[in-house]
């Protein structure tokens, strides 16, 4: 019998203080090699900025949780390689 899993892959930054999804090396790197992530819950953080590439390299992303967070600028292009993505 052949064997077959669904791999649902999901990282929960929930409650991490993160103040930026900015331009910095330092906040892309949070993503890298992620490009198989499909869930990415950053909820109850204190978000204020989401830059143009900060959400770069998660190709596979389906869900992106941004729920009570301070959000008051998102670059225009900010989720344009997101195109697997179905739930803001």
Known sequence: MAHSSLLYLCRDLSYNKIISLGEQEVHRQYFL????LIDLVLNHNEIQVIGEKSLEGLASLQ??????NHIHSI????FKSLTELRDL
Do not use: C, I, M
């Open 33 to 36: 090699k992620q490009d198989k």
């Open 63 to 68: 869900v992106l949780d941004l729920e009570n």
């Open 75 to 78: 670059h225009e292009r900010a």
